[in-house]
């Protein structure tokens, strides 16, 4: 029934609203680049760069619904590496959906060429990281299970041309597992322990710059617009430790592992 009823809302504002003003469907990927930092309890601090791939779908209407799939990929862009030949090679992956309602109240404070619109949400998201220690010491994988509590604000500078907008997040921790593996040793198959950690969190800021109207034309009987969207971001995240973990009969204490992330990704999309 539910979902009868949010389809039916869906397509009444479909019909009445005006493309790009009132409904706007959103498709963006472009590349990521960022410097990255790890500090896992007392091993040596490292850090370098990541690159990888963003990606989003979202339907955005004004005084309704607002929801959203994203997809973050990265990877090592050069060396991650600190102190006493320590390297580490990442594999870090996001897949969040969010789900949310917009609120243009803000727009009576904003002038007659502008609108604001305020955008509380929620949702829930995967998060994987690898951390493998080279050479070949020791790789610790992540699964995290999360909540995300946060808004967006949206600003039409210039409602035909330029945006800008601001997202903050906070992650709220559902479940996390740490895989750890060992190297292989003699052909033999590698050691491996699955461990239950204490709470995790995380944070995540956002300021994307959007340039609409770059280019339109009609595609199935709605005006489509490319528009291109520059987004600076800062991520912090911590994964909590274990206390004990026994591994071949020997007691080990899992340290929790703080990373964060500053950098940008760079959108091209399409509006209808």
């Known amino acids: 029934m539910s979902k009868r009823l949010l389809f039916l809302l869906s397509l009444g504002f479909l019909i009445n609203a005006e493309p790009l003003q009132e409904n706007q469907y959103e498709i963006n990927i472009g590349p990521a680049f960022n410097y990255a930092r790890y500090d896992l ?38 060396f991650i590496c600190g102190c006493d030949d320590i390297k580490s090679r990442i594999r870090d992956y996001k897949t969040e959906w ?9 727009a009576d404070y904003a002038s007659s060429c502008e609108n604001v619109t305020l955008t509380p949400f929620t949702g829930v998201g995967f998060y994987f990281l690898s951390n493998e220690l080279q050479p070949e010491i020791i790789d610790y994988r992540y699964f995290n299970v999360f909540v995300p509590l946060g808004f967006k604000l949206h600003w039409d500078v210039c409602p035909e041309s330029f945006q800008v907008e601001l997202q903050a997040l906070y992650r709220v921790d559902a479940h996390t597992l740490l895989e750890l593996n060992t190297p292989c040793i003699d052909d033999e198959d590698c050691d491996c322990e699955k461990i239950c950690l204490n709470r995790s969190h995380g944070f995540h800021l956002e300021l994307p710059l959007i340039w609409s109207n770059v280019s339109s034309f009609e595609m199935g009987g709605c005006d489509t617009q490319f528009q291109m969207k520059v987004v600076p971001f800062f991520d912090w995240n911590r994964f909590g430790s274990a206390a ?19 950098g940008l990704h760079v959108d091209l999309g399409l509006a209808f």
């Open 41 to 78: 309890g007392c091993l040596p601090k490292v850090h370098g760069y990541l690159a990888g791939i963003h990606f989003d779908f979202q339907l955005d209407t004004t005084s309704c619904i607002y929801t959203k799939i994203a997809f973050d990929g990265l990877f090592n862009a050069g």
């Open 244 to 262: 004990l973990a026994n591994s071949n009969d020997l007691c080990l204490e899992v340290p929790q592992l703080d990373r964060w992330h500053l």
């Open 98 to 106: 969010f789900l949310g309602y917009n609120w243009d109240g803000l």
